[in-house]
């Protein structure tokens, strides 16, 4: 049987009022683009989103994840709307996710961020693809865990026979480049040992115990980690299947109803609310503090391979239902409250991710200036 892949592949390459969202040109230019990739079938189906500076495409095909085609048609796109449109525009930071100037067969490592997921459809496949503005992917360490692990979240997993044989997480040592697979509920306690370190530790994947069906995928990309230097959060995006013996779509949005502290926000370098927000009210665009971080949930069904959402390949905007303006309420409660502390930590993030930021340079010169005291 043939499998369907879904590839989420996502890059900031420019945007309107310093880092806050792309032009509709970008959007458009990048319609076009897929919408010619499905004529020639390369991909079978698309979907152009934006979430605060980030433009997103969601694409559908046979070809498995890490396919060179399909990585070359998102770098080329996103070169192609920086030298057309953001360059000429003198968009702000445009470009600013392209860290690297040949394509060399796999778009992970030069700067935009990768989801994919292969499966096997079953009889009515939905999924829902999270994409996140002023975070990292340290921001789903919380969220995956409550989906497929937390009972409070999920009562699949204790209600459920298929949910309730536990799932496999695969965990990501960013700094070591490995990953270690651990399965709740027996391990639950080693998993939080690690998933708790989130600057280090992130999941990258997580797989149904039964049966190894991938249930999740993330991207996992630290672009201060390839460039050396700070450019940008990582924006993460996550894709996750629902419904007949994985969590239902309700029980994976619960996920998001109390916004977490997650690192980003302002010059990626706060911890601030993730808040959950609606892309039909245009929440998706940033601005107070630069953030706060904010998510869109998009759902569709697979079937044959094509995104179905409520009108052609329009997504169901899942954060739109009113119970959400509660979420968003206490994200700006929590977000002003964090604002109260400045610059002080743990509202500012920790010194070892301030090293990719500009404030070593300011320290810099406060070298010279320490005295010995004691002995
Ligand atoms: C965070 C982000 C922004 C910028 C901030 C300063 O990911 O992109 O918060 O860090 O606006 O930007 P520059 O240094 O470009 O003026
Ligand atoms: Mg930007
Ligand atoms: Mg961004």
Redesign the pocket.
Known sequence: MVKTTVSVIKA?VGSVA??TCPTREMIEYARKKLSEARDSKLIKSYHVYSVG?DIGLVMTHERGEDDPEVHKLAWDIFREITEKVSKPLKL??AG?DLLKNAFSGNIKGMGPGVAELEFEERSSDPIIVFAA??TSPAAWNLILYRIFADPSNTAGLVIDPILHDGFIFEVMDLIEGKVVRLKTPEETYDLLSLIGTINRYVISRVYRAKDNEPAASASTTRLSYIAGK?V??D?PVLIVRAQAGFPAVGEILSAFAIPHLVP??????HYGPLMPVSFRKKQNVISY???PPRVVAMGWQISNGILVGVEGEEPVDLFEDPVWEYSRELATKVAIYMRTMGEIMPARIEIEEMEYT?LPKVMEKLKGRFIQVGK
């Not at 980003?264 to 370098?269: A, L």
């Open positions: 900031d310093g880092h500076d702000y930071a600013q503005d002023k700070y940008g959060k924006d980003g926000w302002m010059r990626g370098s503090f630069d953030g500009t």
